[in-house]
């Protein structure tokens, strides 16, 4: 699998413009890292379309240029959109982003229709997506990522049925949301494994050649996720997931959330030895 980062690196935890990007992607590329989350701050002066293609488009191309040269796979983070009035508009802004970036994925949490019922958010979510993905013919795809919270839109259900009711889209499974959701009941290589087995029979075959997962440690209580912890702190075990991975042959991305990038990954994979070589 790609093994990456979300967001940053150790240097620049989060990146909020095109020279950090740059510089985040050189580090990655000296030790050998092959994916990088990006996330919605560095976006933030694209306020509209016109911002994208008048002032950042060249800021965009550099970094997918340098990118493409360090054969790193970079996908776009935006886990809070707004709701209605302003939700078309960032979903056209980032998709256009990803469209020019030819990112893998523009990541959303599908949950920016939160004061209705679940099931009529999930049938509004489906909708919309099926909208924007037709009306702007997009080329990445939508990554719709599981929700940390019991009251949110996003449990590995939700996430199955939105993906095999839409274009263009993929299951982004994040570990700690989906075992914070079951009150940390993710504790064997079973766990990871029927959750697995799950989305490849819903989902395709196909899948396991391109799974996606973010992993890191997670804080919860009874109603869900509280907030994420470095991943050497999880009662989660990054070594049941990985003994998954290989029993299944499944490749993809493997994104780590964690405080000190890769400086922490490193120290993990290094105890994880043989298993990641």
Known sequence: MRIGVAYGSSRIPIIQNSVQALGVLEDLYK?????LLLPKELFADIRNISDLYKEQYTNLLKIKTIASKYNIEISIHNHALPGDPHLDEELKIFSNIANVMDARSFIIHPTFYSRMPQDQALRLVVYKINEIVNELRIRSRIGIET??????????????????????????????????????????????????????????????KEAFFIFSG????????????????????????????QSLNIKGTL?????????????MLQELGDMVR
């Open 31 to 35: 030790i050998g890292f092959k994916a």
């Open 147 to 208: 929700t940390g919270k019991l009251s949110e839109l996003g449990s590995v259900e939700d996430v199955i049925d939105m993906v095999k009711r839409t274009t263009r889209t993929e299951p982004i499974l994040n570990w700690a949301h989906i075992h914070a959701r079951s009150s940390g009941a993710i504790t064997s290589e079973d766990d990871f494994r029927r959750i697995l087995d799950k989305v490849r029979s819903e989902v395709g075959q196909y899948w396991l």
């Open 218 to 245: 997670i804080s919860y209580g009874p109603s869900g996720a509280i907030q994420h912890r470095p991943v050497d702190s999880s009662d989660m075990k990054l070594e049941h997931l990985i003994k998954s991975i």
């Open 255 to 267: 994104i780590f959330e964690t405080p000190n990038r890769e400086k922490d990954i490193l120290g």
